[in-house]
């Protein structure tokens, strides 16, 4: 259906019929794509669709050439998790994971990110990423940003071991983390920890073992 504003037709309407008409379907796909989608260089936006600006608030062209950590909860969030999937990328090109992010408000979600690299020797020098907003899955539930961190991580599959190495803290700093956090929800294992989190199992959720 036209819109009309002001007598006027709509102009969204007109470049869907321009693109219809001139077969030019791929921005079409990309723009009006029902999942956020962002082409990045070198950790910088350099274009994204309707719905990933809507995901976050954002104005259509008000994230262009911003670097990706305005999107995170903090830079230090950003530092650690930013090469995450670097080494899937360059040994597949495939790649995907579950991580906290944060509208422009400063709300903080969880979402679903997959990529895929234009140039899988260098992954994130040219690369595109789907974001889906999981906040119907898994409400965001408080957590400090080290307990955010940790559990980023433990549903990407990582041990305490290799979290403590990713965060440079001891293997005991992280057990005694994932203690309090199973404490915090009144859980006794991972699997119940995730439920608690948003109503997912073990099984759910998203880790290296089962990236294809």
Known sequence: MVQCLGGQINIVELRIDDCFGSGDLAELAFQFAPVGLVVTENRTIRTYNNAFAEMFDYDTDELKNKLFSVLYPSET???NIRDRGVEELQASNT????RVMA????????????????TPDEPLMRAVWSFADLSDVRPYVALTR??????????D????????????LSYRTVEVYRAN????FGVGNTSALFQALGGLSGSDVVTRSNIK
């Open 103 to 118: 509208r422009k408000d400063g709300t903080l979600f969880w979402c679903r990110v997959r990529g895929h690299s234009f």
């Open 95 to 98: 790649y995907w994971d579950e």
């Open 77 to 79: 969030e950003f530092l």
């Open 146 to 155: 080290r307990e955010r961190e940790i559990v980023s991580f433990l549903m």
């Open 157 to 168: 599959g990582m041990t305490s071991k290799e979290i403590a190495r990713k965060l440079e």
């Open 181 to 184: 956090l199973l404490k915090k």
